[in-house]
């Protein structure tokens, strides 16, 4: 369920992304890693280990703050044409390939390392029962 909710989420920060002030949507983003990392220690009972945890969450937090620094204050509003234009643009479309490309490397990579830790697994008991 949480995966479809999460790609249901990411589906949609797609459609509002034209008519969305970036600085919101990473203000946004960084809030929602936040409230995962306190539901995976509150409803999964993960362990929170400060040495890595801590150190993503607070380069999470001071990479939302520059960008709130560098934020451009000037108000830009963009029709449903205008949208449709920049979604339909080679820059968007080379950019959502790109990202469907990676998405794809990365699932491909997962299933490597998935084999391999099953054959390092095998090993492993292998060598505990003798």
């Known amino acids: 369920m949480g995966l479809v909710l999460s790609i249901l989420a990411s589906c949609l920060h797609v459609v509002i992304l034209p008519y969305l002030d970036m600085t919101l949507m990473a203000c946004n983003a960084s809030a929602a890693i ?21 150190t993503a969450l607070v380069l999470i937090v001071l990479g939302c703050t520059f960008i709130v620094l560098n934020a451009n204050t000037e108000q830009v509003k963009y029709t449903a ?20 490309f990676f998405l794809l490397l990365s699932l491909y990579c997962l299933k ?19």
């Open 34 to 54: 936040l409230f995962a990392v306190l539901l995976s220690m509150f409803v999964l009972g993960e362990a929170f280990i400060w040495k890595y945890d801590c």
């Open 81 to 100: 044409d205008e949208a449709a234009d920049i979604l339909t643009s080679p820059a968007a479309l080379g950019f959502g390939g790109f990202c469907l």
């Open 112 to 130: 490597i390392f998935l084999e391999a830790l099953r054959t390092f697994e095998g090993s492993a008991d292998a060598y505990d029962c003798q």
